[in-house]
């Protein structure tokens, strides 16, 4: 079995699918540490020390009873935080009422899903199908698929949803296109990455992202989440079905890949058309220099960008498509004019009140 290496470029966050965590509710600060709580480990030093009764009469609405209660009873201190938390994050200067967690397995230890890794290199081959794909043809599929859509009285939203299924479809199925089991079509199913292992917890961190238009103005309310640091090398296995690939190889269709090293390669030139897009974004303002300087210096790297924040044109095939039909996805479901930018925002990681650097930036290694 093969390895994929990983070494974070930026920060990277993978959500969990559940809510925020709530200061004073989820989670405690002491100093520049989050200790993200337990309860039922603070339920059991509370009882150990005859406090319980006393903690249940002192609730209230408040997000800071918790945290005075600590305080009054001589329980805000390192120790106590420790048998109490399900693990501890570095919040540094930063005083969040509210994180976005990093995904996490039942022992509460950050880990990188090979889903999010499998779904950028998906991308990557979905977005070199596009390129070899005749423009017409890609705009007769859209536009029929669209009046289909339209004479079932499908509202815009469902249009959207639909219509994105279908392009990333009609690319992906590209390899086996009359298949009579939907699922056995889809070619990236030669592909296994399995989990990482668990991250550990210091180097994981706070972090603070704003949406940012490209004359550098912030919009939207900050939001904070747990992320990956920048520099922390992951390893995932992985490993390629030859059985399944020649099933495809049978068709008679040339396929993209045989091996992984091709889908690596394939993934350089999707990583690379999605940088300088985002460099060609942030370079209309100077006070976004940091982050074009960032993502200039990833030019001679294999890199992908994977997670939250990876946005549209990362995660979709859209920035292959014919301009005919790009047209038409901006004016019918996300009604932008032609003549405006689109992606109108970008997130990114803001420190001392400033744009700092991007989101979800990794760089790739194979490893035999």
């Known amino acids: 079995m093969a390895r994929i290496r990983l070494r974070t470029l930026t920060p990277i966050h993978v959500g969990s699918g559940t809510e925020e965590l709530i200061s004073g509710i989820d989670y405690l600060k002491a100093g520049n540490i989050t200790y993200i709580l337990n309860k039922d480990r603070l339920y059991r030093v509370l009882l150990e020390r005859n406090l319980f ?32 938390c399900l693990y501890r994050i570095h919040t540094g200067g930063l005083s969040p009422k509210r994180i976005r967690p990093f995904i996490r397995d039942a022992f509460g230890r950050a ?27 890609l705009e007769r599929r859209f536009f029929d698929s669209l009046r289909e859509l339209e004479n079932r009285k499908y509202n815009v939203r469902e249009q959207a949803k639909r219509i994105g299924n279908f392009l990333e479809d009609e690319l992906s199925n590209f390899f086996i296109p009359y298949a009579s089991e939907k699922p056995h079509r889809d070619i990236f199913r030669t592909l296994l990455i399995k989990d990482s292992l668990p991250i550990k917890d210091e180097d994981i961190q706070v972090y603070e992202v704003r949406n940012i238009k490209k004359s550098g103005e912030a919009t939207g309310f900050y939001t904070f989440i747990e992320a990956i640091k920048p520099g922390v090398e992951i390893e995932l296995d992985t490993h390629l079905k030859d059985n399944i690939l020649k099933t495809f190889s049978s068709t008679g269709k040339k396929l993209l890949f045989s091996n992984l090293r091709d889908i690596l390669n394939m993934a350089q030139q999707f990583g690379n058309r999605v940088m300088e897009n985002e460099i060609s974004f942030f370079s209309q303002s100077e006070q976004l220099k940091n982050v074009v300087y960032t993502l200039s210096s990833f030019r001679s790297k294999l890199i992908g960008k994977i997670g939250w924040g990876t946005g549209l044109e990362g995660t979709s095939v859209f920035s292959a498509l014919p301009p005919k039909v790009k047209r038409e996805i901006k004016r019918r479901f996300y009604r932008v004019s032609d003549n405006r930018d689109f992606p109108e925002t970008r997130r990114v990681v803001f420190e001392r009140e400033k744009p700092s650097t991007p989101l979800g930036w990794v760089e790739f290694s194979l490893e035999d």
């Open 111 to 137: 880990f990188l899903p090979g889903s999010s890794i499998k779904g950028f290199l998906r991308s990557s081959l979905i977005y070199s199908i596009a390129l070899l794909t005749e423009p017409q043809t």
């Open 53 to 84: 009764d006393r903690f249940l009469t002192g609730i209230d609405s408040t997000n800071k009873w918790l945290e005075e209660f600590m305080y009054k009873e001589g329980l805000l201190k390192q120790k106590v935080l420790e048998d109490i």
